[in-house]
T-cell receptor
Framework: NAGVTQTPKFQVLKTGQSMTLQCAQD?????MYWYRQDPGMGLRLIYY???????DKGEVPNGYNVSRLNKREFSLRLESAAPSQTSVYFC??????????????FGPGTRLTVT | QKEVEQNSGPLSVPEGAIASLNCTYS??????FFWYRQYSGKSPELIMF????GDKEDGRFTAQLNKASQYVSLLIRDSQPSDSATYLC??????????????FGKGTSLLVTP
């Protein structure tokens, strides 16, 4: 069981370039999430997918798009990178029930620098 | 008011002591509470979750929840230098339709000194 995997681990972009961060989970989880983590700001939710076929904005969605490709995969796209998007990006997944929030499991992260 | 608040620390405790980490939250409707540990340069790792008022113990870790006071804490007994990390408190928001996204606090840095 690999859990949650993310690619790439590191990336440097120039302002205006685009890229897609990939995330996959093998735990048969329904819900998947993208966060960014900046010093002093904590983890902030960018987008999430409660179940296959649905996506919703989180706290900081501007400048990003997502695709829930199938139950396993959830990608994050930066269409035109800006220096303000320099951050560490984490993907997470969780089981989903109607009664209670289950714990989220995190991938190893992607460290993105935009120059 | 931030939805989940933690003292940023650093909290320094000697090896073998009890470390007490605290978290307050603003949404009275919250039902699920989580503690994550994050080492520098690594991803958050789940330590414990708690849903009901009272204490929940797992090894050296005890989570305490008081919904009336909107307060959740994590106690680490017999602290070890390897426990030195940032501890993140997370509280659910939303409902089943929203996939139960979590609000995270900014974390408390714990330093256990030999």
């Amino acid at each position: 069981n690999a859990g949650v995997t993310q690619t790439p681990k590191f990336q440097v972009l120039k302002t205006g370039q685009s890229m897609t961060l990939q995330c996959a989970q093998d735990m048969n989880h329904n819900s998947m999430y993208w966060y960014r983590q900046d010093p002093g700001m904590g983890l902030r939710l960018i987008y999430y997918s409660a179940s296959e076929g649905t996506t919703d904005k989180g706290e900081v969605p501007n400048g990003y798009n997502v695709s829930r490709l199938n139950k396993r995969e959830f990608s994050l796209r930066l269409e035109s990178a800006a220096p303000s998007q320099t951050s560490v990006y984490f993907c997470a997944s969780s089981a989903r029930t109607l009664q209670v929030a289950y714990e989220q499991y995190f991938g190893p992260g992607t460290r993105l620098t935009v120059t | 008011q931030k939805e989940v608040e933690q003292n940023s620390g650093p909290l320094s405790v000697p090896e073998g002591a009890i470390a007490s980490l605290n978290c307050t939250y603003s949404d009275r409707g919250s039902q699920s509470f989580f503690w994550y540990r994050q080492y520098s340069g690594k991803s958050p790792e789940l330590i414990m979750f708690i849903y009901s008022n009272g204490d929940k113990e797992d090894g050296r870790f005890t989570a305490q929840l008081n919904k009336a006071s909107q307060y959740v804490s994590l106690l680490i007994r017999d602290s070890q230098p390897s426990d030195s990390a940032t501890y993140l408190c997370a509280v659910n928001k939303g409902n089943s339709n929203s996939g139960y996204a979590l609000n995270f606090g900014k974390g408390t840095s714990l330093l256990v000194t030999p």
